[in-house]
């Protein structure tokens, strides 16, 4: 089942220059793959990460496709801020956030979690979004430093033992639980990752598995950490309004309950705005937040998610290199557009 696509002669544009596109309806993904290393098809995307690196590993060694990587949204190491059952009362404290991130890998762990298709993220803005060198010089940053990770903590109030496990006074050793839905493959490999991480720095890291079809409200309530997604280049999710209630059903996806009125404030601005300088800088704004004054630590980026373009070689469009970016319109049937419609587009055709 499928559609076939004509070039319109009359196209305002000119006529363009692919002939035909036929689009084929195959719903099973595995199927997909098979039909793409046979040839039978020339392009698909979204595919997992494990479909990408069987196609890559395959068409590195022959040549005859390529997997192209379009940054789609951001896997969040999400702290709990609320106070829910077995809720660890340490993550209040932003020196054992930081300690804790400080503790991740977090290059590995994409690395490891993608299968070499993803790399870590500081922000949920991509490199080529025409303001990540700002954003970037504004964030707070958390590179992998173990020896960080001790000094926070035995500032915070844990001593680490001649076993290497921190206790509090009390002697009590540092539980914390990531939480992770069992049919998201990439999000339980990054919590097995992070918890083997933890227990390294002397941590005792447990993962859970949420099971399929628990309710929302039951999935909100992550006593430590759980990891979460959300779309690339935007912080409108870790708003107050977005935090799980039951007058939203458990719908909100700001499940760690995160809440800051100026950083609400800001956010409410950039929803309310059209001047584009303006939004520029509030964008900006919300990137840096308010982590001088050392309330936003911990909502740390670990890894993006991908949209996972593929195609056979010799199906490049109208003359040039298919080159996939992120856009904020998803807009995947102009992936061969012509000029007028590239800034709309996830993938724009580069001249040779």
């Known amino acids: 089942m499928g559609i076939t696509l004509t070039a319109n002669p009359s196209f305002f544009l000119g006529k ?22 046979s040839g039978a098809v020339d392009f698909t995307e979204s595919l997992t990460t494990d479909q990408a690196s069987v196609l890559r590993d395959q068409w590195m060694a022959n040549g005859e496709g390529a997997v192209y990587v379009a940054i789609a949204n951001t896997l969040t190491l999400r702290p709990q801020f609320r106070d829910v059952p077995n809720h660890q009362p340490a993550l209040r404290d932003i020196r054992v956030r930081r300690a804790l ?19 870590a993220a500081d922000t949920t803005f991509p490199k080529d979004h025409y303001l990540f060198p700002r954003i970037d010089q504004a964030i707070a940053k958390y590179p992998y430093d173990t020896r960080r990770t001790d000094q926070l903590l035995t500032g915070a109030g844990w001593t680490k033992g001649d076993d290497g496990m921190f206790r509090n006074a009390a002697g009590q050793p540092f539980d914390i639980e990531v939480w992770a839905g069992v049919t998201n493959t990439i999000r339980t490999t990054a919590s097995t990752i992070a918890v083997d991480y933890w227990k390294r720095a002397g941590l005792n890291g447990r993962q859970f598995g949420i099971p399929q079809g ?3 409200e039951f999935q909100a309530s992550f006593p430590g950490f759980d990891v979460s997604g959300g779309d690339a280049g935007g912080y409108r999710t870790i708003t107050s309004a977005e935090i799980p209630r039951p007058e939203n059903r458990f719908a909100g996806p700001n499940s760690g309950g995160y809440s800051n ?13 059209l001047n584009g300088t303006e939004r520029d800088e509030i964008t900006v704004a919300t ?4 982590e001088p004054r050392g309330r936003r630590e911990g909502l740390q980026r670990w890894g993006q998610q991908s949209q996972l373009p593929v195609q056979r070689r010799g199906v490049d469009g109208p003359g040039g290199e298919l080159r996939c970016r992120p856009r904020p319109i998803y807009l995947p049937w102009k992936r061969f557009s012509a000029d007028p419609f590239r800034k709309h587009s996830s993938c724009e055709v580069l001249k040779e």
């Open 101 to 119: 991130i400080h503790a991740i890998d977090r290059g590995a762990l994409a690395d490891a979690a993608s299968t070499g298709l993803s790399t």
């Open 214 to 216: 628990s309710d929302r």
């Open 287 to 290: 990137g840096r937040g308010l």
């Open 261 to 273: 009125p100026e950083f609400d404030a800001l956010v409410f601005r950039l929803n309310a705005t």
């Open 16 to 37: 363009p220059k692919i002939d035909t596109v036929r689009l084929e309806f195959t719903p099973d993904a595995n199927a997909r793959v098979a039909r793409l290393l």
